[in-house]
């Protein structure tokens, strides 16, 4: 029987790109995504931590991405994400780090430090609000001048990807990797007659028709599914929080803003008051000058004066 296989699920991802026998679909991928980044194209490769089927099958794969090292020492991490997370940006950055800094050894120069590409491919939108769904991240500065050309990070953001006619062997990939679950390994359509995307399909298959693999792939999917509800269980309730902490907020800068505006008001009726107060006690002021003015007439007045 054959079941539908999503090749989005990291084991199988893993098993496509990372195992031993499939080498040749790891060069393919990694010369399709990076293209004319490379100043050579990979002719072969190193996997450093190849998919294990019995680690698979016994529930003990944990690590999911693939490492490997061409001809030319540079090295390469690729992984797919099905769920984006804030801190994604900075488990990326931190990988590719990782990955580049492991290349020296104590007393080693770092003229040995070789070139490392990290390339991610994401099941959902990182980047929302820009439409183009690949992103290349290098050491260049704001005028577009490069630091050192030793490789960075890329993106692959699936669910915009919607290329109808495949014209490039990137699109090839991203569109098997997009719409692979929904594919008939028996009726492949045109864009799929090629060896790499048949020997792709056919690791895929397995998966499908060894029932001990199609129930660890079960068990995985299902894993990955309690996982995307309880995350977005705690996004509705970060969401949730963060209206609340809002609204208590703003309900303190309108008490604030009224508090302010009582005081404002209190004080416009002391001023009030108190020019009131100094234009009577002016008067009154002016009054007493009068009246000691008229005393000074009187008091100068001549005697025969009536």
Same mark, same amino acid.
């Given at each position: ?130 439409p183009a769904y690949a992103h290349r991240y290098r050491l260049r500065d704001e005028r577009g001048r490069t630091l050192l050309e030793h490789g960075g990070i890329s993106l692959f953001e699936l669910s915009k990807f919607a290329a109808g006619a495949v014209e490039t062997e990137e699109q090839r990939w991203l569109k098997f990797f997009k719409d692979g679950e929904r594919l008939d390994a028996d009726h492949l359509p045109d864009w799929m007659q090629t060896t790499e ?10 998966? @499908?028709?060894?029932?001990? %693999?199609?129930? *660890?792939?079960? #068990? $995985?999917?299902?894993? /990955?599914?309690?996982? +995307? ?50 234009? @009577?006690?002016?008067?009154? %002021?002016?009054? *007493?000058?009068? #009246? $000691?003015?008229?005393? /000074?007439?009187?008091? +100068? ?6």
């Amino acid at each position: 029987m054959h079941h539908p296989i999503d090749p989005k699920i990291d084991c199988v991802f893993k098993a496509l790109l990372g195992a031993e026998d499939n080498r040749a679909l790891l060069i393919h991928f990694l010369n399709a995504l990076l293209g004319t980044e490379l100043p050579a194209p990979i002719s072969a490769v190193e996997i450093l931590n190849p998919y294990n089927e019995r680690e698979f099958l016994d529930d003990k794969l944990s690590i999911v991405d693939v490492k490997a090292r061409d001809a030319l020492r540079r090295l390469y991490q690729v992984e797919i994400q099905i769920l984006v997370h804030a801190d994604l940006p900075a488990r990326m950055l931190y990988a590719w780090a990782d990955l580049y800094s492991q290349q020296l050894h104590s007393g080693q120069d770092y003229r040995e430090l070789r070139p490392t590409y990290a390339l991610w491919l994401l099941g959902e939108n990182l980047l929302r609000d820009d439409p183009a769904y690949a992103h290349r991240y290098r050491l260049r500065d704001e005028r577009g001048r490069t630091l050192l050309e030793h490789g960075g990070i890329s993106l692959f953001e699936l669910s915009k990807f919607a290329a109808g006619a495949v014209e490039t062997e990137e699109q090839r990939w991203l569109k098997f990797f997009k719409d692979g679950e929904r594919l008939d390994a028996d009726h492949l359509p045109d864009w799929m007659q090629t060896t790499e995307m048949r020997q792709a399909m056919s690791t895929v298959k397995q998966f @499908s028709e060894k029932e001990r %693999a199609y129930d *660890a792939y079960q #068990a $995985r999917q299902n894993y /990955l599914r309690m996982q +995307s509800s309880i995350y977005r269980h705690q996004q509705e309730l970060e969401e949730a929080l963060a209206q609340e902490r809002a609204a208590r907020e703003a309900a303190v800068r309108q008490m604030e803003a009224e508090r302010l505006a009582k005081d404002a008001e209190r004080q416009a009726r002391e001023a009030a008051l108190q020019d009131k107060e100094a234009e @009577s006690q002016a008067k009154e %002021a002016a009054l *007493a000058e009068v #009246a $000691r003015l008229q005393a /000074l007439l009187r008091a +100068s007045r001549p005697q025969g004066d009536a």
